[in-house]
């Protein structure tokens, strides 16, 4: 069974950061590219960033370029999404999503398994 499981959302502040966790186990995770997406209630989810199987390549939504960095330890099971300088607009569910190729997901229908989301929430 492949487990998702991220961590680290809450509330902060316009201007602050946050750094979300993604654990996966159950699938050999330095084989495979992961993603972070988001979703607000009632909205399609869509993407953030991205990572390729060993990290060499990323991609960012231009929304948070520059604000976001995506990366992975493949001794650890773990992808992160280190987020600075936080806007209200950030607000939304955050997921990671775990590709069935070695390549970037950078689409919703590119991730096979999905973790169940936290919620990070920035106040102006």
């Known amino acids: 069974q492949v487990l998702l499981v991220e961590s680290g959302g809450g509330a902060v502040q316009a201007g602050g950061s946050l750094r979300l966790s993604c654990v996966v186990s159950?699938?050999?995770?330095?084989?495979?590219?992961m993603g972070w997406f988001r979703q607000l209630q009632g909205k399609e989810r869509e993407f953030v960033a991205a990572?390729?199987?060993?990290?060499?390549?990323?991609s960012y939504a231009d929304s948070v370029k520059g604000r976001f960095t995506i990366s992975r330890d493949n001794e650890k099971n773990t992808l992160y999404l280190q987020m600075e300088s936080l806007l209200p607009e950030d607000t939304a569910v955050y997921y990671c999503?775990?590709?069935?190729?070695?390549?970037?997901?950078?689409?919703?229908?590119?991730?096979?398994?999905w973790g169940r989301g936290t919620q990070v929430t920035v106040s102006s």
């Open positions: 159950g699938r050999t995770f330095r084989d495979y590219g």
């Open positions: 999503g775990i590709s069935s190729t070695w390549d970037l997901p950078v689409r919703v229908d590119e991730c096979e398994y």
């Open positions: 990572i390729s199987w060993f990290g060499g390549s990323t």
